[in-house]
Nanobody
C-alpha cells in the first residue's frame, strides 16, 4: 500500500505565498517522476509542475517564474513553493508520483488552495 500525504494548503490573499508538501510512504520500489496537479471547479485536472529524480523540472506556463518544485529523494518527498499567488491559482492541488519501471501512478488526497482578498 502506497500513501501520499499532502499538507500546506489554505487561504491566502492575492500576492501571497504558500508551500505544499507531500510525503510518500509504503511499498514503492523506486520513485520516478513526482508532480503536482490541480483541479479548479468545473475544469479538468492539469499539471502544475513535475520533477524527475535527476532534478530536471517542468512547469505549466501559467506558473513559470512564480512556483518552484523540489524533491528530497532520501525522504521520498516533494514540495511546491508558490509565490505571487493569483485568484486563478485557486484549486485543489494533488500530489502525484510514478514508480520506476512500472505503470503504477499514485495520487494524494488533495489539498485546497484558495486565493482571495
Amino acid at each position: 500500500q502506497v500513501q501520499l500525504v499532502e499538507s500546506g494548503g489554505g487561504l491566502v490573499q492575492p500576492g501571497g505565498s504558500l508551500r505544499l508538501s507531500c510525503v510518500v510512504s509504503g511499498r514503492i520500489f523506486r520513485i520516478g517522476a513526482m508532480g503536482w496537479y490541480r483541479q479548479a471547479p468545473g475544469k479538468q485536472r492539469e499539471l502544475v509542475a513535475s520533477i524527475i529524480r535527476s532534478g530536471v523540472t517542468n512547469y505549466a506556463d501559467s506558473v513559470k517564474g512564480r512556483f518552484t518544485i523540489s524533491r528530497d529523494n532520501a525522504k521520498n518527498s516533494v514540495n511546491l513553493e508558490m509565490n505571487s499567488l493569483k485568484a486563478e491559482d485557486t484549486a485543489v492541488y494533488y500530489c502525484n508520483v510514478n514508480s520506476v519501471g512500472s505503470p503504477n501512478t499514485y495520487w494524494g488526497q488533495g489539498t485546497q488552495v484558495s486565493v482571495s482578498s
